[in-house]
């Protein structure tokens, strides 16, 4: 933190009369105790000369004084004559920044200062103040990244069979070069197979494809394979790297126990190729979104688990620090992934390289903080939800718990004294209203601790304090008669008269209640009476702490009963039988059998992680060098306005603006979003990106290697629909795709790069290939889709053992915990977007594939399969092993080598043994780990 931010340009305010006429006592004191002390412990950060290195912190100058009383970024210095105004003071006594940053002063010299700003902080020094210079927005938009999308006429170049190639070969050709030849059947089926399905092909699939002489071969297996339910778990991955999904967050180990259901709509969608600008919407403000449809409305919940996943210091106690770590955190994930920016750059200043003013930033960052994603507790939680049932469904299961109402009402009843415990507020009758939904004021604190509550716990405040209150309205309209029930959690140290307002269509009316003693109804509501209400007015109940006798003021909830379910609640025991023990406890068993019974026919619950709007909605402030605690103007949410052309959607008042952002983002006239989306599918399928850095469209980013290209692959991403399947159809289908990666040699000396695209990037596999690859040869590979895969009971993700045999994309990812596969293979932070995974080759991956177990065990588990073909004879057998794992026939020396290896065994255990090192050392060989 730098001492810049203790200072504002309104020091012509500040009456500078003493320091335009200091006396020669205030100028020795000065260049003796002031001058000598900002030289040595401020200059390095703060002076011309910083400046000239672009290493000025935060705009402020305190080499001259023309600096000291212009500021900088953060308030207001000093005052002359005055030293309790400004930040120059409090900075040096560390309660406001700590300034110096290499150690706090001593106290005789923080008492000098005092002494110099008392003294009408006299200063001789000469010099200018820095000037800022506005970002341009409109120069900014002359950067390729944020001009209009517009496709020119498509070159023309012979013998390009498509668009793509045309704009390639026209490139190449402008280069004097010529493309490689086009690659081999066997190289081509391996290679689709990997990229659309991330499986190999089998022996068969193999031999099928290359004995097809037919014209529309290749087109008809990427058609089939675009089909493939394997599809979306591979190209779904692809978009989890992008998403940093995660099943864990680092604090604690805790455990997203439902962020499975996030995967699984990701892969759902990808296999049904829903429109990416639908895609996007749904997990910006899938909550927001209005459907009939059942099905898509559960879609659209389970998408918003996207701007829940972040991996956020939950234990932070700055709750507002922490709720901004959050947002820009989310910003962060928006701006990389979808729009290619770095808009985190600009929380602290103006982006230093793009752009982006701070405005921007807290125009965006409005919207997200008026978005609830952590519930803020000693250890922040994660918002969760039920997820709605169908309407048949949904009516049969309110039937259900209507009845187990009534009964648990009674039960209650009559158990109250003994078995009073914690209910949901579903299992309430009538319209209610809980804790978590009143509106407050003061200071309220959760709680659980006494276990007699409605919903997930109560709240308390101090009796007697001034201004802190509870109100409790229903969200829906009543009109009629309605009973009125208040509930609290009792004990001893509660008030025992608490003054309860209702107001009704009669006006209002106090009913005192006793907090110590067990509510009269069930044990956890007691009656406020009987109340009218009118349509069209707003029904309030009201608890005011300042009128409570001694004692911790209890709030729980407050429940709307009808006559009918006044009736329903009070049919309990007859008169005679309601003080017989026996008659009692005979009921009380009934009545917990009865209550067993129907909860077996209530629909399990469903939860999906998910965000939720504010209860304040409302534009944020500029945070002052990002300090939380520091707020500067007033910011309108709003959007990027260098990525914005026309008219930018109004958002709404009522609401955090989520769906104006999506629309937003996804808008024709959004310059990036297509262009972003349609480089990602290229770098996916090619190895690399036309733009190499995927995941940073900025000036410090690179540019485009065929910006022509990028906008065309855009421009049809759009055209078709904003289909995925449509553009990663067209691009294999080019000969761009289909060449082979060994480079001839002009292209090798003038392109080495492979800039110009001239062939094919030679790739290694990523870690859940060679995964499936390894369980897919062994034969145990379990395609099942979907589903929870974290074992049950499951508290934290340390040391958690990964095993079993489903595909990759549904093992856990545990932010403390990775399989060992992942992380030896770049496996991508899942903490981060990540547009393009790192590739290492290092010892330690020769030595996975040589000592791993479950390596080993895989390779035993293939060499029982092929083994128990008995009709095969050797030669054919590590042929087939060959097909299966390279995708091609054994070399001569490959057949002859292993082949003497096998000959050695001399039982069939041994015989075993061998196959299964033999497979080993295929799968071990740098041609499995990587495709052609």
Not at 474 to 489: D, I, M, Q
Not at 490 to 512: C, F, I, M
Not at 570 to 596: F, G, H, Y
Request: proline share 5%; with cysteine; glycine share 6%.
């Amino acid at each position: 933190m730098s001492l810049a931010m203790m200072v504002s340009s309104s020091a012509a305010q500040q009456s500078t009369e003493k320091v335009l006429r200091p006396t020669t006592e205030q100028l020795d004191f000065f260049e003796k105790r002031i001058r000598p002390v900002l030289v040595q412990h401020c200059y390095q950060c703060h002076s011309q000369q910083a400046a000239k290195k672009d290493e000025l912190r935060g705009g402020l100058l305190l080499d001259s004084r023309a600096g000291v009383l212009a500021g900088g970024e953060s308030g207001l210095t000093l005052v002359a004559g005055n030293p309790a105004e400004g930040t120059l003071l409090s900075s040096l006594n560390y309660d406001f920044y700590e300034m110096p940053p290499s150690g706090k002063l001593p106290a005789e010299v923080i008492a000098d200062f005092k002494v110099w700003i008392e003294m009408g902080a006299a200063d001789p020094r000469e010099g200018d103040v820095v000037k800022t210079t506005a970002i341009d927005i409109q120069a900014g938009k002359e950067f390729w990244a944020y001009r209009p999308i517009k496709v020119k006429d498509v070159p023309e170049h012979q013998g390009a069979r498509t668009s793509i190639d045309a704009y390639i070969g026209s490139a190449l050709k402008t280069a004097g070069l010529k493309p490689a030849k086009k690659a081999s059947r066997q190289v081509l089926i391996r290679r689709l197979y990997y990229d659309l399905l991330g499986l190999p092909p089998t022996p068969e699939q193999i031999e099928a494809f290359v004995i097809d002489d037919g014209h529309e071969a290749y087109a008809k297996l990427v058609h089939e394979l675009l089909k493939s339910p394997r599809f979306g778990e591979r190209w779904g991955r692809h978009w989890l790297d992008v998403v940093r999904y995660a099943e864990s967050v680092t604090l604690r180990g805790l455990i997203y126990d439902q962020a499975w259901r996030y995967r699984d709509y990701v892969i759902e969608s990808f296999n049904d190729d829903v429109p990416l600008n639908e895609f996007i919407k749904q997990q910006i403000s899938g909550d927001l979104l209005e459907t009939d449809d059942y099905q898509q409305r559960r879609k659209n919940l389970i998408a918003t688990a996207y701007l829940a996943m972040g991996n956020n210091n939950l234990e932070d106690q700055d709750k507002a620090k922490l709720r901004m770590d959050a947002v820009d955190e989310q910003l962060e994930t928006i701006g990389r992934g979808l729009l290619g920016q770095t808009i985190g750059c600009a929380r602290c200043h103006d982006h230093k390289f793009d752009p982006i003013p701070t405005k921007d930033y807290y125009a965006l960052a409005g919207i997200l903080k008026s978005t609830e994603s952590i519930v803020n507790a000693n250890v922040g939680r994660w918002v969760e939800e039920e997820l709605p049932l169908p309407v048949e469904q949904l009516k049969a299961s309110q039937k259900v718990r209507e009845q187990l109402v009534i009964l648990k009402s009674e039960l209650a009843k009559l158990t109250k004294d003994s078995k009073v415990g914690a209910i949901g507020v579903e299992d309430v009758m009538g319209i209610v209203v809980d804790d978590a939904d009143a509106v407050l004021t003061g200071t309220w604190k959760k709680s659980n601790s006494v276990k007699r509550f409605v919903g997930s716990g109560y709240q308390f405040a101090s009796s007697g304090a001034a201004d802190t209150t509870a109100i409790f309205e229903p969200s829906e309209e009543l009109e009629g008669v309605y009973e009125v029930r208040f509930a609290y959690a009792y004990e001893n140290n509660r008030p025992k008269q608490l003054s309860v307002e209702v107001w009704d269509a009669d006006g209002s009316r106090v009913t005192v209640l006793n907090e110590t003693t067990v509510p009269a109804v069930d044990g956890h509501f007691d009656s406020l009476g009987t109340y009218r209400f009118e349509k069209g007015m707003k029904p309030r109940v009201i608890v005011d702490t300042s009128k409570s006798s001694a004692g911790a003021v209890v709030i729980d909830a407050v429940q709307f009963l009808t006559k009918q379910q006044v009736a329903n609640s009070a049919k309990v025991m007859s008169p005679e039988n309601q003080n017989d023990p026996q008659a009692i406890a005979a009921r009380v068993k009934e009545l917990e059998a009865e209550v067993k019974e129907l909860e077996k026919r209530v629909p399990k619950k469903e939860v999906y992680m998910t965000v939720r709007e504010q209860k304040e909605i409302a534009d944020t402030q500029v945070h002052i060098r990002g300090d939380v605690h520091n707020l500067g103007d007033d910011v309108p949410r709003g959007f990027l306005q260098v990525a914005s052309y026309g008219a930018s959607p109004v958002i709404s008042q009522g609401e955090s603006g989520r769906v104006e952002l999506g629309n937003w983002i996804t808008s024709d006239s959004n310059p990036l979003t297509s262009r972003v989306f349609a480089n990602r599918v290229w770098g996916w399928l090619m190895g690399v990106g036309l733009v190499r850095t995927p995941d940073n469209f900025g000036v410090t980013g690179e540019n485009p290697s065929h910006p022509e290209l990028l906008d065309y692959l855009a421009t049809q991403l759009k055209t078709n629909g904003w289909s995925t399947k449509q553009l990663i159809f067209e691009i294999v289908m080019s000969d761009a795709y289909q060449r082979v990666s060994s480079p001839t040699e002009a292209l090798q000396n003038q392109d080495p790069e492979n800039r110009l695209l001239g062939y094919m990037n030679r790739r290694r596999m990523d870690a859940e290939s060679i995964l499936d690859a390894m369980l897919q040869v062994s034969g145990k590979l379990d395609l099942t889709m979907g589903g929870p895969t974290i074992v049950s009971g499951t508290k934290n993700d340390y040391g958690y053992p990964h095993k079993g045999y489903r595909r990759a994309v549904y093992w856990p990812v545990f932010r403390n915990s990775l399989p060992e596969v992942f992380q030896v293979f770049d496996y991508p932070n899942p903490s981060v977007v990540v547009g393009q995974r790192d590739v290492s080759s290092t010892s330690p991956q020769a030595l996975f594939m040589l000592n791993n177990s479950k390596v080993i065990e895989y390779c035993d588990l293939a060499a029982q399969r092929y083994l128990a073909m008995a009709e095969l004879d050797d030669q054919t057998r590590f042929a087939l092993i060959s097909l299966a794992v390279l995708g091609r026939e054994p070399t001569q020396r490959e057949l002859e080598v292993s082949l003497a290896f096998v000959q050695q065994a001399n039982s069939q255990q041994m015989r075993r043994q061998i196959w299964a090192r033999v497979i080993q050392a295929v799968f071990a060989s740098v041609d499995f780990r990587y495709i052609n």
